[in-house]
């Protein structure tokens, strides 16, 4: 799969103009209906980590429900994390622009990584790290009553203080909770915005692998549901099921922490395994570019930070976000992850992975009812 890099479809196809087509359709100003959705006074995104579309599509029987709703992919952006996605659902912006750009990140100055999903002890301001306006935000300032629920263990996390802010955010342990509470929330107001999000299937896959027993097991689980949500809205309600990223099992691992010639001239090794960060030493970024392409030869997309931005990765970038993105840039598109045993342990013992751009990871669903 060398050749071209597949640029996430931003601005047409993608998970951040998901969020600006949903505020659009519930008639908050200032953003555009790209996707085409329905004009109604609540929408509900139920947003279900790690349900790729291809995925979904090769496990019918499991998901009965959602594989009956009407659907099409998009494409989650780059890297296709947690982390990424859930920014550019919670900002409708793509990633070059809010800066999020993967699990882990340089902090510009300080010669560290800054793990965005779970912070750094108060070190790193949230609000000042990703400071753009979230759609939350918007949709209260335009009298649109604006929910998110997901688990209370998420609740005040630096994350969550980056990318739900604006919304009133709502603590459910357990489906159960999370239906009765999004009835709740759909019918506060005249109008209502309410996100959903549920993790377990992504969990389920980075340990077991996706397709595994388990994961279909759990999957059956979140198809469920779905339904009983569907079962819930009022008249008047659009409901959109998607996901943050989709995943594939890379059973060829390469250890930079074993393999010292990939650390050479390093000075941080960032993102993930299947979309790798890599910040070099003051003048090493030749020297590393081309090391890593040897290794890597025939198994990633190797690039520069400038050659990643001019490709369409990122979407447009922010130019006070440059230093987040790596040197250079490698991706994995073959049977390929880039771990590191030592410095992220728990990462290299994960069965299921993603971030990269090829379909099984990049693109992710987007299903549709009314009532």
Partial sequence: MSGVVPAPRYGEAALADLSASVLASLGVPGGANVLGLPELPRACVLLIDGMGWELLREHPGDAPFLSSLAGRPLTAGFPATTVTSLSSLATGLPPGAHGMLGT?????????????????????????????????????????????????????????????RGAR??????????VARAEEALREGERAHVTVYHSDLDTTGHMFGSGSKA????????DLLAERIAEILPPGTALYVTADHGMSNPADKVDADTRTELREGVALLGGEPRARHVYTEPGAAGDVLACWSEVLDGKAWIMTREQAIEEGCFGGVDPALLPRIGDVIAVPYGDLAVIASREHPIEALMVGMHGSLVPEEQLVPLLEMTR
Avoid: H, K
Wanted: with cysteine; glycine share 10%; aromatic share 12%.
């Fill in 215 to 222: 994961w279909r097991y759990q999957l059956r689980f979140v």
């Fill in 104 to 164: 882990l990140v340089s902090v510009p100055g300080e010669g560290r990584l800054l793990n965005c999903l779970r912070w750094d002890d108060g070190r790193t301001d949230p609000q000042a790290f990703q400071s753009r306006e979230t759609v939350y935000s918007r949709a209260e300032a335009a009298g649109v009553a604006s929910s998110y629920l997901a688990s209370g263990a998420y609740m005040g996390t630096g994350f969550n203080q980056a990318i739900t």
């Fill in 169 to 178: 955010y709502v603590p459910a342990d357990s489906m159960g909770q999370l």
